[in-house]
């Protein structure tokens, strides 16, 4: 079996090396020189993993480097997305390129231990966009291939993606409770790390993002948060136009998200592509 990937970020790496040194037979590409040349070798992958940027700009969420590359894909193989989508959008892209099997799988790597998580993953979800016998059996064959975990679920497409974003969006939002129950807890007087101690040993709470300060700075950074909580919530408020208050609570937590970042100088090259240049100076 050939086993294609288009992307070689952090992600798209990660998961190649993996493959790899379990021994398929493997073909990356992406623009760098290195994998260029590959390019028309992509078509004759068995399984095409595509781990590409999906940026969220001030103009929305973007999936336009998806769709350029997806005709890269061989007829009647299988792609499978690794990229962050909106829910909805592999049902769409798969009526745009009916002459593959389109799939989604999410990704639950952090960035700075993703050689680590992708072979020791603690959940393997595979999504088909269409609800039928060949696409369930893609998608067991999907699963039979990516590294063994001891969660693994197959689901619609849709319903993976909600997972994905439900990943992203929960730790956001610990991020920025966790935040404020430190600023409160110097404001008190008290010594954090004591109360730090008593969290991590908390079994009925979720301390990933327990510590308000990271990579010397504070708040909801990396290439996955901002990004990601944005467009979650734009699409939030496009479905429940009239939820005034599901939409505050979004809005709230991105202006607090800023305040940190733009505090402690975070990650603003990654803030400004969200939301443009004009917002650091509010």
């Known amino acids: 079996m050939k086993i294609g990937f288009i992307g070689t970020g952090w992600i798209g790496k990660n998961y190649a090396l993996d493959f790899t040194e379990r021994g398929y037979d493997v073909t990356s590409y992406s623009l760098e020189p290195e994998y260029k040349k590959n390019k028309d070798k992509i078509s004759k992958c068995d399984i095409v993993f595509i781990a590409v940027p ?97 969660f693994s679920l197959v689901s619609s497409s849709t319903e993976a993606e909600i997972i994905k974003y439900t990943h992203n969006t929960s730790g956001f939002v610990q991020i920025i409770f966790f935040n404020m129950i430190y600023d409160l807890s110097r404001k008190l007087g008290c010594n954090w790390k004591t109360i730090h101690k008593a969290i991590i040993a908390d079994p009925f709470m979720s301390h990933k993002y327990a510590q308000p300060i990271h990579k010397s700075g504070r708040g909801a950074g990396g290439h996955c948060f901002i990004k990601d909580f944005e467009a979650f919530h734009r699409l939030y408020e496009k479905l429940f136009s009239n939820d005034k208050s599901g939409s ?24 400004r592509g969200v939301y443009g240049d004009d917002i650091i100076k509010k």
């Open 248 to 271: 505050a609570i979004f809005r709230e937590n991105i202006k607090k998200n800023i305040e940190l970042l733009t505090r402690t100088k975070k990650d603003l090259g990654l803030l």
């Open 54 to 150: 999906t940026p969220t700009t001030p103009k929305g969420f973007d999936d336009s480097i998806i769709r350029s590359v997806l005709g890269l894909v061989g007829k009647g193989k299988i792609a499978v997305l690794k990229s962050t989508i909106v829910p909805g959008k592999t049902k769409e892209l798969q009526k745009k390129f009916p002459n593959i099997t389109l799939l989604y799988s999410p990704e639950f790597l952090s960035e700075a231990t993703a050689k680590f998580d992708t072979s020791n993953p603690f959940s393997s979800i595979v999504g088909f966009s269409k609800e039928t016998k060949i696409q369930k059996e893609a998608c067991q064959k999907v699963l039979s291939i990516l590294p063994k975990a001891p």
